[in-house]
C-alpha cells in the first residue's frame, strides 16, 4: 500500500481563525457542497477539494477561499452526508468502524460511497459550469480519491494531496496525470518507507510529480497545523504554495 489507512492522527489538530467568504448549495439536489469563486480574474481550470474526515468546516473552507483567491473556482462537496468526525473529537465507534458503517451504523464511508459523490462533482464542474480541466485537492483521507480520479478517463486533469492516506500501490500505479504530494517528517501513515515506495511507483507512471518533504510537522499540518508553530505554519503555507504552483504550471 502506497499509504496506511486513516488512524487517530487524522482527527487531531487546531481550527483556524478567519471568517469563510464561500456559499454553500446542494450539489445534485441532495449534497450539502461550499463553493468558493475568485473575487477577480478566474482561471479557466477548477478545482475540486477533497476533504479529510473532518469533511466541510472552518479549515477546508478557508483553504477553499484560499484558492479561490489565487483566481480557481473551488468546489468542496460533503463526502460524509453530514457525519463528519469532529475535530479532536471522539466517536462512539472507532474511526475503522466509521469508515465502514458510519457513525449510526447504516453510513458508510467508503469508496463504494464517496466514488459517486466525486463523479457527480466533476461532472458538475465539466459539464454544468464548462470548466475543461479539474485540479483536485485531497488532504489526509481525500488523497485516495485524488489518485482513483486521476486515472484514465475519471475526470481529473491534475492532482495534489499532503499527507495522504489510504492510498493502494494499484491506484497511484494507474495515474495519467501531475501529481504533486506534501509530505510530512513524522507520519504513521505516509511513512519514509511508503514515501519512497512511491516515489519508485511515480517514476514508473511516466508522469510529472513532485514530493515535498516538510521537517518539524507531522501527519495533518497542511490542514490542521498549529499555526502558533513556527515549523507548523511554515509547513502549512509552503504546501499550499506547493499546491497552486503545481496546478499553475499543469493546469494552464
Known amino acids: 500500500m502506497a499509504s496506511h489507512p486513516p488512524s487517530d492522527c487524522c482527527t487531531v489538530g487546531v481550527k483556524h481563525e478567519g471568517e469563510p467568504t464561500g456559499t454553500t448549495f446542494k450539489l445534485a439536489d441532495n449534497i450539502e ?12 481550470a477548477a478545482i475540486l477539494f477533497i476533504t479529510d474526515v473532518l469533511g466541510v ?55 463504494a460511497s ?21 485540479g483536485a485537492v485531497g488532504y489526509c483521507f481525500g488523497g485516495k480519491y485524488v489518485a482513483r480520479f486521476l486515472a484514465e478517463g475519471k475526470g481529473i486533469d491534475v492532482g ?12 497511484l500505479a494507474a495515474i495519467t496525470g501531475p501529481f504533486s504530494i506534501s509530505a510530512a517528517e513524522t507520519d504513521t501513515i505516509f511513512t519514509t518507507e ?4 512511491s516515489e519508485a511507483i511515480l517514476i514508473g507512471t511516466k508522469q510529472p510529480f513532485q514530493i515535498n518533504l516538510f521537517s518539524g510537522v507531522s501527519h495533518g499540518f497542511a490542514m490542521r497545523g498549529d499555526l502558533s508553530v513556527k515549523s507548523e505554519k511554515f509547513g502549512r503555507e509552503q504546501a499550499f504554495l506547493q499546491a497552486v504552483a503545481w496546478f499553475n504550471e499543469h493546469l494552464s
Open 194 to 197: 511508503l514515501r519512497h515506495k
Open 160 to 171: 495534489y494531496t499532503a499527507h495522504p492516506s489510504f492510498v493502494t500501490d494499484e491506484e
Open 33 to 44: 457542497t461550499y463553493v468558493a469563486e475568485p473575487k477577480g480574474k478566474q482561471k479557466d
Open 114 to 134: 464517496v466514488d459517486p459523490i466525486v463523479e457527480k462533482a466533476l461532472k458538475y464542474l465539466k459539464e454544468e459550469k464548462g470548466f475543461k480541466k479539474v
Open 57 to 111: 468546516w472552518q479549515n477546508s473552507q478557508l483553504m477553499a477561499d484560499q484558492f479561490a483567491a489565487n483566481g480557481y473556482y473551488t468546489l468542496l462537496p460533503d463526502l460524509f452526508d453530514g457525519d463528519p468526525i469532529p475535530l479532536n473529537g471522539s466517536l462512539a465507534v472507532g474511526l475503522m468502524e466509521w469508515l465502514k458503517n458510519g457513525s449510526d451504523g447504516k453510513h458508510p464511508h467508503t469508496s
